[in-house]
Structures are given as structure tokens and as C-alpha cells.
């Protein structure tokens, strides 16, 4: 496990944005997972800004994004969908066929979450994982646990999950309950893993992550058995560390 740290979140945005860019450079078809939350934000405007100034272009990319919720609609500002395409999509040229997100309105959820394992199967698997962290240590809704999940499958949503996340929405209530997201073994199966963390909340859980027990009671502990893993932290978020 490779650790840079970044002095502050622009720098570990920038470090981000450069890993995924030399990625795309050194193989233009890459396949990448896509995060979402706060964490990705500022690597996302890094990419756009790469993406202009430099012409990099990515328009061979293939993105499969970690989770969305359930029934939430794509046009529903509070979907991953939505923020996928407001903070990143619109704004570079990766074709729309190479963009998957799971459908969160699927009729048959089963059905959706073996598709989607298929879907990344046929694009030859996951080249590069970028992953943000859960106050809880949850990677995608990989929930704390008894055992850690396998493959992309529908997830019940912590209830300190849905507080951290309620901000983003009108009130508790809102915040759905269930998501699609890829299992421990999908993104474990990535060649190499990206994972950003950013901001003393975060500086617990990244201590238990890192040199704690494997334990599926902080799924991103498992991170600890993968071969190509950076952990890019900003400094506040190094507090316990
Ligand atoms: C959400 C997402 C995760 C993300 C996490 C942390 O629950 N499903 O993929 O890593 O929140 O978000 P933030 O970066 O906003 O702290």
C-alpha cells in the first residue's frame, strides 16, 4: 500500500486528477470506476480542467460508477446520476454508451446488479478504482458488516450513513435507504485502487482501515490484502495516523 500524502485538499484533488490522467495517457481505453460524495469533487474540476488545457481527450474511456441509490431517478438532483453528469460528464467527452452507473429504478433490482457485474466483466474489468471512505469505513454502501459483500448487489444503508448524508437532501426522511452498489469482491477484482481522504472526520477510521484488523466491521480494511493500492490524504485526515 503506497500513502502520499497531500498538504491540502487542492493538492490531494490535483495528485488524484494526475493519477487518473496518466492512467487515460498510458492506456486511452482504461476502464475506470467512478466515486461520488464530497471527497471527488475537486479531482473531478481537475480532470475537466486537464481535459481543456491540456486536450487530453477521453473519449475512449470506459467509467463504471461505484453505486447509486434505489428510486431515485436519473433527473433527480439527489442521484449519483445527476451529480455524475453536472460534475463531470457534460463537461469532458467521454462517449454516453461508455458511462455506466447502475440503474436505480431498475424494475428487477437482482437483475440490474448481475448486469452490471456482467457489463464490467465484458469491458475486461476495472483498471483503475478511484473510492472515497465513509466516516464508518464503508467503500461504495459496503456497509460495516458480519462478512464482507461479493458482488454488486443491493445495499441497506447505515443509519450514521444516511445522517452524514442527509445534508445533501431536504431532510433525514429523504434519504433513501436501499442502493446498488459494487460489491467488496468487484472492487477488489480492480487492477489498481485509488482511495482519497480528505478531513479530520475521517482521521479515526482511516487509522482502523489501514493498520487495523481486516475486519468487514470497517470494509475498507480489506484494502490492506490488495497489491495496487495509494492512499492519497490530505493532512487533516492524518491526525491519527
Ligand atoms: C457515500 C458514497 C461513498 C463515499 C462516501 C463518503 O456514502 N456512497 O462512495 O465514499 O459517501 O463521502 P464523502 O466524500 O462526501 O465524505
Same mark, same amino acid.
Given at each position: 500500500m503506497r500513502i502520499v500524502f497531500a498538504k491540502d485538499y487542492a493538492?490531494?484533488?490535483?495528485?488524484? #486528477?494526475?493519477m487518473?490522467?496518466?492512467q487515460i495517457r498510458t492506456k486511452p481505453d482504461?476502464?475506470?470506476?467512478l466515486a461520488t460524495g464530497n471527497t471527488p469533487l475537486g479531482m473531478y474540476r481537475e480532470l475537466i480542467k486537464i481535459h481543456r488545457q491540456k486536450q487530453l481527450s477521453f473519449c475512449r474511456m470506459v467509467t463504471f460508477n461505484l453505486d447509486e441509490y434505489i428510486a431515485l431517478g436519473k433527473e433527480d438532483p439527489h442521484s449519483y446520476h $445527476? $451529480?455524475?453528469k453536472h460534475h463531470f460528464f457534460r463537461h469532458v467527452d467521454i462517449p454516453e454508451a461508455n458511462q455506466h452507473i447502475p440503474n436505480g429504478e431498475a424494475g428487477n433490482i437482482g437483475q440490474e446488479c448481475l448486469a452490471y457485474e456482467q457489463k464490467i466483466k465484458e469491458a475486461g474489468g476495472i483498471d483503475l478504482q478511484i473510492l472515497g471512505i465513509g466516516r464508518n469505513g464503508h467503500i461504495g454502501f459496503n456497509e460495516p458488516d458480519v462478512r464482507f459483500t #461479493?458482488?454488486?448487489?443491493?445495499?441497506?444503508?447505515?443509519?450514521s450513513t444516511?445522517?452524514?448524508n442527509s445534508h445533501c437532501f431536504s431532510s433525514l426522511a429523504q434519504v433513501p435507504r436501499f442502493a446498488i452498489s459494487m460489491g467488496i469482491k468487484t472492487i477488489m477484482q480492480a487492477r489498481s485502487i485509488v482511495i482519497l481522504v480528505n478531513g479530520e472526520d475521517k482521521a479515526e477510521v482511516l487509522d482502523r482501515a489501514l493498520w487495523g484488523d481486516i475486519s468487514p466491521e470497517i470494509p475498507a480494511s480489506i484494502l490492506q490484502l490488495h497489491q495496487r493500492v495509494t492512499v492519497i490524504v490530505e493532512e487533516n485526515a492524518t491526525k491519527r495516523l
Open positions: 493538492a490531494l484533488s490535483e495528485i488524484a #486528477a494526475d487518473v490522467a496518466e482504461s476502464v475506470v470506476g $445527476y $451529480y455524475m #461479493a458482488a454488486t448487489h443491493r445495499a441497506e444503508l447505515a443509519e444516511i445522517r452524514a
